[in-house]
């Protein structure tokens, strides 16, 4: 059993900066990938970046590449998304999640879920 926990979200104005951090519980974190996801009002929840167990693989969709980061830190349990050059259209409630196993883009292949992180970008 995995428990994740997000902080780090806010206001903040366009072309700003936030980090995001995301804290699990247990002992085998680096064996599970992680991924960041986002949620808008009435829309379906969407990838945003996943990091392998290692963190030497991660991936990003074109909306975000460039623009965001994401690391882990496993000694910490925490994994990190960057995000720089906010745009209103970022606006969402940011999930990270979990799973065993290599990184996924679809948020049906995880496991574990955080509650969740409001991110509101202002024009």
């Known amino acids: 059993q995995v428990q994740l926990v997000e902080s780090g979200g806010g206001l903040v104005q366009a072309g700003g900066s936030l980090r995001l951090s995301c804290a699990a519980s247990?002992?085998?974190?680096?064996?599970?990938?992680m991924g960041w996801f986002r949620q808008a009002p009435g829309k379906e929840r969407k990838f945003v970046a996943t990091i392998s167990g290692s963190g030497e693989s991660t991936a990003y969709p074109d909306s975000v590449k460039g623009r965001f980061t994401i690391s882990r830190d496993n000694a910490k349990n925490t994994v990190y998304l960057q995000m720089n050059s906010l745009k209103p259209e970022d606006t969402a409630v940011y999930y990270c999640?979990?799973?065993?196993?290599?990184?996924?883009?679809?948020?049906?292949?995880?496991?574990?879920w955080g509650q969740g992180t409001q991110v509101t970008v202002s024009s």
């Open positions: 999640a979990a799973r065993g196993g290599s990184p996924r883009y679809s948020p049906t292949g995880y496991d574990y």
């Open positions: 247990g002992r085998t974190f680096k064996s599970y990938a």
